[in-house]
């Protein structure tokens, strides 16, 4: 029903459309082409539709084609039930223009909310990466640096070898030194023992070869020597004097 009244609808411009066509071309041919050219190019009709269209249908319709063309294109769409008249439609279509006005409105708000957003998230990554990496250098540096302490005990148990090395050469010249001082000693009680005996010995040897001696003497005979003894220093005095 609705697609007879709006085709019914469009037949009273068409026939208006038709009778102006005939004048038109009953007009001379100047005032045609005046006609068909539109005063300010680049300007839009109803809006949004370009000079430029209603030019090309100038040319090849008249002036009525556009408009004849918008009332057969509504009318076949609703014919058609392309375009649904039903509340559903003009819901989503109000949904439709909510969304791009949305998008238009609060997409660069959005945008850049989302974009700071990521910002510190990235951010937030990048210090936990320059972080991990910092802690990952920090441990590089203290296992270098414990491997230098190790190179350190390394050497350091080479000096302590060395020192308990010297510490047993001091050990061995100690007690080397104890056993010479050992030696000496008894050594030197063995000689001193030698010593003690050789003395004993020639003491009781003259003591014997003494008492020997002043036994074989007579009182008579000990008497001379004596006299001979006097004698003999007062002859040694008296040649010290005269000298």
């Given at each position: 029903m609705f697609s007879r009244a709006a085709l019914l609808t469009a037949q009273r411009p068409l026939a208006v459309a038709a009778t102006r066509t005939a004048a038109s071309a009953a007009a001379p041919s100047g005032a045609i082409e005046r006609r068909q050219r539109p005063e300010n190019p680049g300007k839009v009709r109803l809006g949004f539709l370009p000079e430029e269209w209603f030019q090309f249908f100038y040319n090849k319709t008249g002036v009525t084609g556009p408009y004849t063309f918008g009332v057969g294109l509504i009318t076949y769409l609703c014919s058609k039930e392309i375009y649904v008249m039903e509340h559903e439609y003009y819901s989503g279509l109000s949904l439709g223009i909510m969304a791009v006005i949305a998008v238009k409105k609060l997409g660069p708000l959005i945008s850049k909310w989302a974009d700071g957003e990521i910002d510190k998230i990235e951010s937030e990554w990048k210090e936990g990466r320059e972080a991990e990496l910092k802690v990952l250098s920090d441990a590089i540096e203290a296992e270098k640096k414990e491997q230098w302490r190790a190179d350190g005990a390394l050497l350091l148990m080479e000096a302590k070898k060395e020192n308990i090395a010297l510490q047993l050469e001091a050990a061995f010249r100690e007690r080397a030194m104890n056993v010479y001082s050992e030696v000496k000693r008894r050594l030197d009680y063995q000689v001193e023992c030698r010593h003690v005996e050789r003395r004993l010995s020639?003491?009781?040897?003259?003591?014997?070869?003494?008492?020997?001696?002043?036994?074989?003497?007579?009182?008579?005979?000990?008497?001379?020597?004596?006299?001979?003894?006097?004698?003999?220093?007062?002859?040694?005095?008296?040649?010290?004097?005269?000298?």
């Open positions: 020639q003491k009781h040897m003259v003591n014997w070869i003494t008492t020997n001696v002043l036994a074989s003497i007579s009182p008579q005979q000990e008497k001379e020597t004596l006299n001979k003894c006097i004698a003999d220093l007062s002859a040694l005095a008296l040649r010290v004097k005269s000298a």
